[in-house]
């Protein structure tokens, strides 16, 4: 009853009952891999992408040259072009401290003449610049209020504009201004900017010293406030 097998069964049975050699996995991945580089081998090769490829990497090029381009031109511009490298070296130049000196006392025009460490002169600021710069950047530092004063030259000993002087609305004297000369030390040349009375003790309340931005520093003096200071001594 047993002796013969119906097709479905056979169907039904693993390979090794049927008397087939199971396939080695090993041996099949070897051999489509194996067909895979046959098949990359005799495949004509892609024509499209080397257009694409030069065109990508002349833009890239260009892009790094463009970048290159744009810095040099800005490198050579800095050292060939006078203003360029005024501007970068007085973006970059360090404010220091200067003298200064009144110019009527060495016959000079009303200002001051700017002097470096050996007292050569490196710049001169007439009176109408100096005024301007006075009242904007000394003049706030002098009191603790809002002051109604100006400054003001006046002839001194016979010489023109020999004197500046710190005046009222009503054009009174409040005290003398001393361009480089210190009167507390025996008229000595100093290069600072000393405000004071002659007449006085001490004769010099406050000290200044001017940069090369134009601005003005105070320096260790008898007040913060020079109507302080004159309220503190009026009495005495």
Same mark, same amino acid.
């Given at each position: ?15 090794? +009952? ?11 991945? !070897? ?85 470096? +460490? ?26 603790? /209020? ?5 400054? +003001?030259?006046?002839? !001194? !000993? ?57 601005? /003005? ?20």
């Amino acid at each position: 009853m047993f002796a013969s097998t119906s097709s479905t069964a056979i169907r039904l049975m693993r390979p090794a +009952e049927r008397g087939l050699r199971q396939p080695s996995w090993e041996g099949t991945f !070897h051999r489509l891999a194996r067909g895979r580089n046959d098949r990359r081998q005799n495949s004509p090769p892609k024509k499209s992408s080397n257009k694409r490829s030069t065109s990508l990497r002349n833009a890239s090029n260009g892009r790094h040259a463009s970048r290159t381009k744009s810095s040099q031109p800005c490198i050579t511009f800095t050292l060939k072009s006078p203003g360029c490298c005024r501007l970068s070296a007085t973006a970059n130049s360090m404010i220091v401290p200067q003298r200064v000196r009144w110019g009527p006392v060495d016959g000079r025009p009303a200002g001051i003449r700017v002097l470096d +460490e050996d007292e050569a002169e490196v710049d001169f600021i007439a009176w109408s610049a100096l005024e301007r710069e006075l009242n904007q950047r000394l003049m706030p530092q002098l009191f603790s /209020y809002t002051p109604a004063f100006r400054f +003001e030259m006046r002839d !001194h !000993h016979g010489k023109t504009d020999g004197l500046v002087q710190l005046v009222n609305d009503q054009g009174d004297r409040f005290c003398d201004v001393w361009f480089g000369v210190n009167p507390g030390d025996g008229w000595a040349f100093d290069g600072l900017v000393q405000f004071g009375d002659p007449d006085a003790d001490p004769l010099v309340w406050q000290s200044y010293q001017r940069y090369s931005d134009g601005t /003005y520093r105070r320096l260790p003096s008898f007040a913060s406030s020079l109507d302080q200071f004159k309220q503190a001594t009026k009495g005495s």
